[in-house]
């Protein structure tokens, strides 16, 4: 019953689902059954794909955190370099969809959406810059207290 | 439906910070502009810290320099859109003209900065460029991207001027010089650059070049009188404005100063077809 699976199918499969994960992103409509799948599911799922390969692997590795040769001397090893590379495509997804679920509270356009998705899907940080750097132009502040009034006159 | 797919329903949004949309309404089309401003500024942001790591030279400039004009240049042009649509009755903002060029202008304007951007990493020349037949498509169609970005501000300065407040403020004035004539010069400036081998006119030695805009101090150089031409549509709406602040009548000084940025676009246009530098040596 004991299979084990190659990096390479491993890769594949992660690959794929991020790739459908940002494909909801950016084509989907922004229904919350819909983008439960990119923000929780397949993140979660490459979570888990990320600690089954740490735990068996990290602590055979010579490799550590600590300097760079330390981390190239941990990605020698295809299962570590497979984990390090599914950590990539779990966090930026996660971040893609905090990105369309934030982008949507300010009305940001579908359309400017898109290439900030891109961005965060090839170049994670510069995606999240880019979002990063619109949002901090916008203020919530008048938006939750017409909520606030609204609740009070329905109480009084 | 095409509503809902693009997330316009009526619903409250949260506005700029420091009151800076205060005199902007909350429509979807000047939301999408602001947004297309902020998105610019954000790139050339992003852009900068590039311009520092890379050492390539692309045309003797160094290789991020024209995205990064480019989003600076977009960005003042969405700024400029969103502000002077301010003008038209909320209505006749969102109608189905407006909607259609304001939505071509965005994704033009995605296509052409990401473009640039994308050739300028790679440390190919975008426009100009015939090397490969997928690159002389590109070319092809960041032509056509170039003439839709065009037609929105002309078409934001024929509305103003029909369904505009019809005051004697200087801004309308300027507003629809700027946008209208602008537009025009630019269209036809554009035209003739990308007809041409090179935006360069003559053949450069030395590439002695103006700081900071990069034109030719050797050659004749067709990028001066697209500048002068894209940018009345910023600077005439802002002398309208100035004016009317000062409370001076506008209607000669904004049409004198139309006059001189024609010709002097016109001029340096002449010069630069048979080569002559603007800023020789």
């Known amino acids: 019953m004991h299979t084990v699976l190659t990096p390479d199918q491993l890769f594949t499969w992660a690959g794929q689902a991020a790739f459908y994960g940002w494909i909801i992103l950016i084509f989907l409509p922004r229904i919350k059954v819909i983008l439960i799948i990119p923000k929780y599911i397949i993140p979660i799922a490459i979570g888990l794909m990320y600690g089954g390969l740490m735990l068996a692997h990290y602590s055979s590795s010579n490799g550590d955190f600590a300097s760079l040769i330390g981390v ?21 997804l996660f971040i893609g969809a905090w990105i369309a679920k934030k982008s949507d509270a300010i009305g940001l356009s579908r359309l400017i959406q898109t290439p900030i998705l891109i961005a965060t899907y090839m170049f994670g940080p510069v995606g999240l810059f880019l979002f990063l750097s619109i949002r901090v132009m916008f203020t919530r502040t008048d938006f939750t207290k017409n909520k606030e009034q609204t609740h009070v006159s329905q109480s009084v | 439906m095409s509503a809902k797919v693009f997330n316009y329903h009526n619903k409250q949004y949260p506005s700029l910070v420091f009151g800076l949309s205060k005199r902007m309404e909350n429509d979807f089309i000047t939301r999408i502009l602001l947004m297309s401003f902020l998105f610019l500024m954000a790139v050339t942001l992003i852009l900068i810290p590039g311009y520092y790591f890379d050492s390539r030279l692309l045309n003797n400039a160094p290789i991020w320099a024209k995205p990064i004009k480019f989003s600076m240049a977009l960005a003042m042009h969405f700024i400029t859109l969103a502000i002077l649509a ?12 407006l909607t259609f060029f304001v939505y071509l202008a965005v994704v033009s304007m995605i296509f052409e900065q990401g473009y640039i951007s994308i050739q300028a990493a790679r440390g190919r020349h975008s426009h100009f460029n015939g090397d490969t037949p997928f690159e002389t498509l590109m070319y092809n169609f960041m032509g056509i991207g170039a003439v839709n970005l065009i037609l929105a501000s002309f078409a934001l300065g024929l509305l103003i001027w029909k369904y505009g407040n019809k005051d004697r403020s200087g801004l309308r004035l300027g507003s629809i010089l700027g946008l209208t004539i602008g537009s025009v010069l630019t269209l036809i400036y554009g035209m003739t650059m990308g007809n041409s081998p090179s935006h360069l006119v003559g053949e450069a030695v030395n590439h002695s070049t103006v700081p900071l805009l990069g034109w030719s101090r050797e050659v004749g150089d067709l990028r001066i009188p697209h500048f002068i031409a894209t940018h009345m549509m910023q600077l005439l709406p802002l002398l309208g404005l100035f004016l009317d602040k000062l409370r001076f009548s506008p209607k000669i000084i904004v049409s004198l100063v139309t006059f001189i940025f024609v010709m002097m676009s016109a001029i340096f246009f002449d010069w630069a077809l048979v080569g002559r530098s603007v800023f020789p040596l």
């Open chain 1, 72 to 92: 190239r001397t941990l990605f020698d090893n295809d299962y570590l370099l497979l984990a390090g590379w599914v950590h990539y495509l779990a966090f930026d």
């Open chain 2, 86 to 97: 301010q003008q038209l009755e909320r209505s006749r903002r969102t109608g189905v003209l």
